[in-house]
């Protein structure tokens, strides 16, 4: 279920990115890296112990995505990329959505977000 949820919070958040029409499939690299970091850094945190710092795994990844979505913007504003550049600069923000989902099992967020679904489910059934 946090697995749809952290996509769909991908989706939106493409959506702050322009992208040209003729590219508007570039929009699903964003859910689909959030979705397959965030199952990929599942199975990789049952291994790894003790877990990295929370803070710094969030802060690390923050400054990742916003590298990558800055040199995409600054790309399409400059005119002087061709598609080439372009497609490669949704793969790299694909990737960086990838590492921001990756990241996602190693801090408290996911256990939040489990505690208010149950919160909220406990009262619906009252």
């Known amino acids: 279920m946090l697995t749809i949820v952290f996509g769909v919070v ?19 690299v964003a859910p689909v890296g959030v979705m397959a970091g965030y199952q990929a850094g599942q199975l990789v945190g049952r291994f790894v112990r003790p877990r990295p710092k929370r803070f710094l795994t969030l802060f690390v990844s923050a400054i990742f ?17 061709n598609t080439s550049d372009i497609v490669n600069l949704g793969v790299l923000l694909g990737l960086s959505f990838f590492w921001l989902g990756f990241l996602l099992p190693f801090t408290r967020v996911p256990k939040e977000m489990t505690n208010l679904w149950s919160r909220a489910t406990e009262r619906s059934r009252d």
Request: net charge positive.
């Open 10 to 28: 991908g989706l939106v958040l493409s959506f702050g990115f322009p992208v040209p029409p003729e590219l508007s499939v570039l929009r699903l």
């Open 65 to 81: 995505c916003g590298y990558f979505a800055f040199a995409y913007i600054q790309t399409l504003r400059s005119g002087a990329a």
